[in-house]
T-cell receptor
Framework: SQTIHQWPATLVQPVGSPLSLECTVE??????LYWYRQAAGRGLQLLFY??????ISSEVPQNLSASRPQDRQFILSSKKLLLSDSGFYLC???????????????FGNGTRLTVT | GNSVTQMEGPVTLSEEAFLTINCTYT??????LFWYVQYPGEGLQLLLK?????DKGSNKGFEATYRKETTSFHLEKGSVQVSDSAVYFC??????????FGQGTRLTINP
């Protein structure tokens, strides 16, 4: 069966420090991968998605970047964190095989980032 | 563009009450519709889905029917439990990769 792992679960970082959040998927090949952010009291905002190694699409301009160095690894990074980067970050994958029209997303447990 | 509008929360009910969380959408073409649930401190889990008009998705006592004529996908449950307390997200997928979410509705069930 497929599983998705995200770490760390919680993180407190000072303003101006770098960030690296990691997400890995097991049990599937060539998944579509996603990073979402959920700010306090707000909905989900798609930050990045990837359909393959080295292929990253950015949805919104921001202080963050994403990379996909391996098929089932997706990394969210920042060189210098801002206070506004605080939030709950969720990694997700979907199966590109079959009909992508109705394939659901499968989420990790999230990382709660607090920038102080 | 594609969008999802959910009823604003928070919603507070007593145990065994009837639940409805409204969801309407705007989309080109024929989207698939989803409800996700987020329990405290966790990621999102797929609750149910419907891929074409008049389909009914169901899971764990929850149901939602894809109504194309009213562009709606309201979530219902006949008798809620304390364990149903969570944030519920309605979502649609009308393109190849992107899932569009509503703002989420926080549900609290009191014993």
């Amino acid at each position: 069966s497929q599983t998705i792992h995200q770490w760390p679960a919680t993180l407190v970082q000072p303003v101006g420090s770098p960030l690296s959040l990691e997400c890995t998927v097991e049990g599937t090949s060539n998944p579509n991968l996603y990073w979402y952010r959920q700010a306090a009291g707000r909905g989900l905002q798609l930050l990045f998605y990837s359909v393959g190694i080295g292929q990253i699409s950015s949805e919104v301009p921001q202080n963050l970047s994403a990379s996909r160095p391996q098929d089932r690894q997706f990394i969210l990074s920042s060189k210098k964190l801002l206070l506004s980067d605080s939030g709950f970050y969720l990694c997700a994958w979907s199966d590109p095989a079959g009909s992508s029209y109705n394939s659901p997303l499968h989420f990790g447990n999230g990382t709660r980032l607090t920038v102080t | 563009g594609n969008s999802v509008t959910q009823m604003e929360g928070p919603v507070t009910l007593s145990e065994e009450a009837f639940l409805t969380i409204n969801c309407t959408y705007t989309a080109t073409g024929y989207p698939s519709l989803f409800w996700y649930v987020q329990y405290p401190g966790e990621g999102l889990q797929l609750l149910l889905k419907a891929t074409k008009a008049d389909d009914k998705g169901s899971n764990k006592g929850f149901e939602a029917t894809y109504r194309k004529e009213t562009t709606s996908f309201h979530l219902e449950k006949g008798s809620v439990q304390v364990s149903d307390s969570a944030v519920y997200f309605c979502a649609l997928k009308a393109g190849a990769q992107k899932l569009v979410f509503g703002q989420g509705t926080r549900l609290t069930i009191n014993p």
